[in-house]
Nanobody, 127 residues
Framework: QVQLVESGGGLVQPGGSLRLSCAAS????????IGWFRQAPGKEREGVSC????????YYADSVKGRFTISRDNAKKTVYLQMNSLKPEDTAVYYC????????????????????WGQGTQVTVSS
């Protein structure tokens, strides 16, 4: 059974940090590109950051560039999103997604490009 489970969300003050994790099971992890998306109430879903299957290529939305870092540990079948200098506008439900690909240097930025999605973890940035 394919599963993506996000964790690490919570309440943090502006300027603080959180590290989200996305743990996978039930599929051949090494051939999957991973993306992080977020959706705030009343807003469209946004692609935040993506990483290719071999970590050779990464993408960051302009809104998070320089503050967020994506990484993956293929031995643990886990992708991380380190979020620093958090702002109230980062408040959202964060989802990870996995996409089967044989192009190890390719990432995907659209929600619809992915095969599997997690249930999401809430991130709230507030004082």
């Amino acid at each position: 059974q394919v599963q993506l489970v996000e964790s690490g969300g919570g309440l943090v003050q502006p300027g603080g940090s959180l590290r989200l994790s996305c743990a996978a099971s039930g599929f051949t992890w090494d051939y999957y590109a991973i993306g992080w998306f977020r959706q705030a109430p009343g807003k469209e879903r946004e692609g935040v950051s993506c990483i290719s299957s071999r970590s050779s290529a990464t993408y960051y939305a302009d809104s998070v560039k320089g503050r967020f870092t994506i990484s993956r540990d293929n031995a643990k079948k886990t992708v991380y999103l380190q979020m620093n200098s958090l702002k109230p506008e980062d408040t959202a439900v964060y989802y990870c997604a996995a996409r089967l690909t044989y192009y190890s240097d390719t990432y995907y930025t659209r929600w619809g490009d992915y095969n599997y999605w997690g249930q999401g973890t809430q991130v709230t940035v507030s004082s």
